[in-house]
């Protein structure tokens, strides 16, 4: 287990969103240029990455009060 179990889940947290922001970015243009399949794809992986942060914060704050 890491040292400060607390604060690495909560730089893993900030990374996860930060991809679930970079992933967002794309997927405009993919609408744009009709690949449905790709856009799809992406939105459905932004999804998943803000489900991710949002336990990984939940499981930092449990960490935290142990």
Known sequence: ?????????????????????????????????????VATALVEAERALRTASRLLRRAAKATSGS
């Open 1 to 37: 287990m890491p040292t400060d179990p607390t604060a690495h889940l909560t730089v893993i947290a900030d990374h996860v969103e930060r991809y679930f922001h970079e992933v967002g970015d794309l997927v405009p243009a993919y609408q744009a240029s009709q690949r449905d399949d």
